[in-house]
């Protein structure tokens, strides 16, 4: 069937697999030095020009794994793949793979003398494709009458090119009694020949366990294509959702937004209604707090966070863990900076001069002091250098 009678079929296909006819594709086998992918790609048509009669810039060509120091390196005419990738495309396909027919044969692992042969008619020509290893494989395209004749010249061309090894032939099941005849007959004198009954099964099952795709080395096309048909309503969906998030964060935003303006106003209002002589307000809450304490200040009020008020707090706050401990360290230095008190402790009187039991004492001191500091609504940060303990005291109001 022509492939446009395909087209339902190939659109709704996963996936295209192409058996490449064995005589369309050229099997080699190259000694290929380590490169990485980029590099393998690009020095390809230079490895393999001596071997081919084609120009390599119209050829395109694909190396597959590595075995035994060599690749089997795939190559075939670009023009002709590109019309059939460009043929499928056209009628819907989604992922195009070509194989190389010669490589989807059963290869014979149990008997490694014989080889693995396949008949394929299109019209007065027979394709015959070779497998001679795991790794390689040949194709012959002979011209040949009816059944009979046929026969017997695929017979014969299959002993001219393989004279030594036994070939275990698969033709097609109407064609099986013509081959067999022709091997009755003695058209190969002192030549194993088995005929098999070909199906697909093999066929798929050796497709699957080929790596080696020639659309690969097209490079104009992606191997695997997204489908948006398939994603459309997937993608549509997240669109959908992407949409709602954002204009419920821009609203929320303007909500936010509107409420801080509001909040603004009210506080300069205020302020203003407070100092009306004030001309300059940048931070209304901070020049209040400014303003206030200030007031205080000329009212002879102390501010929590003054050095008076902290001070006078952290000696009570002493005095008490002192009446607890029994035992308190010597102050080094006291240092009021940014509306914080800085003690620095000497080590506790009577320790046996290590870092772990310096430690114990302070930590155990700065529980009882943290506790005594929290009733004048003040708290406590401890950090510990090579030489002394650091506790960093200010007000929490």
Same mark, same amino acid.
Request: with cysteine; hydrophobic share 45%.
């Given at each position: ?45 230079? &490895? ?27 190559? %075939? ?5 590109? =019309? ?13 793979? %070509? ?52 026969? !017997?010249?695929?017979?014969? =061309? ?55 795709? &020639? ?141 772990? %039991? ?7 001191? =700065? ?16 950090? !510990?250098?090579?030489? %002394? ?9």
């Amino acid at each position: 069937m022509p492939l446009p009678g395909l087209s339902d079929t190939i659109a709704k296909a996963q996936r295209i697999v192409l058996l490449l006819a064995a005589a369309d594709v050229t099997l080699l086998r190259v000694k290929v030095p380590t490169l990485s992918a980029a590099r393998l790609k690009a020095a390809l048509p230079n &490895l393999v020009e001596d071997q081919l009669i084609a120009d390599p810039s119209e050829c395109t060509v694909v190396a597959g794994s590595m075995k035994d120091g060599l690749r089997t390196v795939a190559v %075939a005419q670009r023009a002709w793949l590109e =019309a059939l990738d460009k043929t499928l495309t056209a009628l819907g396909a989604r992922q195009i793979s %070509a194989l190389p027919a010669q490589l989807c044969l059963p290869y014979q692992v149990d008997q490694p003398g014989t080889i693995t042969a396949a008949v394929n008619r299109l019209g007065d020509t027979v394709d015959i494709a070779f497998r001679l290893s795991e790794h390689d494989g040949i194709g012959l395209a002979i011209s040949a009458g009816q059944n009979g004749s046929a026969a !017997h010249e695929v017979i014969q =061309a299959l002993c001219a090119v393989v004279p030594e090894a036994s070939i275990a032939l698969y033709v097609p099941q109407s064609e099986t009694s013509p081959f067999q005849e022709a091997v009755n007959e003695g058209s190969a004198p002192d030549k194993h020949i088995s005929i098999l009954t070909d199906s697909w099964s093999h066929w798929i099952s050796g497709a699957s366990g080929t790596t080696l795709d &020639l659309i690969a080395g097209l490079g104009s096309r992606s191997v695997s294509k997204l489908e948006l048909r398939t994603w459309r309503w997937p993608l549509a969906l997240a669109a959908t959702v992407l949409f709602v998030n954002i204009a419920a964060l821009n609203i929320d935003w303007w909500r936010m937004k509107a409420e801080a303006s509001s909040l603004r106003a009210t506080t300069i209002k205020i302020y203003k209604s407070a100092f009306p002589k004030e001309t300059v307000i940048i931070d209304p809450v901070a020049q209040m707090q400014q303003k206030i304490a200030t007031a205080r200040n000329s009212a002879g009020l102390v501010a929590p966070d003054d050095f008076i008020a902290v001070m006078a707090a952290f000696s009570e706050a002493w005095a008490s863990a002192g009446t607890a401990s029994g035992k308190l360290p010597a102050i080094a230095a006291l240092e009021y900076h940014e509306r914080s008190l800085t003690v620095r402790l000497k080590p506790f009187p009577g320790s046996d001069g290590t870092r772990d %039991a310096n430690s114990r004492d302070s930590e155990a001191l =700065a529980q009882k002091m943290k506790a005594a500091l929290a009733e004048r609504n003040l708290s406590l940060e401890q950090t !510990h250098s090579e030489s %002394a303990t650091v506790w960093k005291i200010r007000s929490v109001k």
